[in-house]
């Protein structure tokens, strides 16, 4: 991931305004294969759940870039024809 530019926030504002843009570069950087969620939220200068929100509100509302999330249910394995005995 290259940075195209930096931000100097000089002013007493506490929150940093994302536009839509800004948010929808950012996951779609998080979404590339291999990239690494925290690694990109570090470099934007955002807490890594914010981002994990935005992926989560951009999926919500039908985003066409976003991979759908598939639910899976886990379960006990059996090796070899039979439970595994527990210790």
Do not use: C
Not at 29 to 43: F, T
């Amino acid at each position: 991931m290259t940075i195209s530019r930096a931000e100097v926030i000089t002013s007493v504002e506490w929150r940093r305004r994302w536009s839509q843009d800004e948010k929808e570069r950012l996951v779609a950087a998080s979404l590339e294969p291999g990239a690494n969620v925290s690694e990109v939220a570090r470099v934007a200068g955002l807490h890594v759940s914010q981002l994990f929100r935005w992926r989560k509100e951009l999926y919500r509302h039908g985003e066409a870039s976003i991979a759908p999330f598939v639910r899976s249910r886990l379960g006990r394995q059996r090796h070899r024809g039979r439970w595994p005995k527990r210790r």
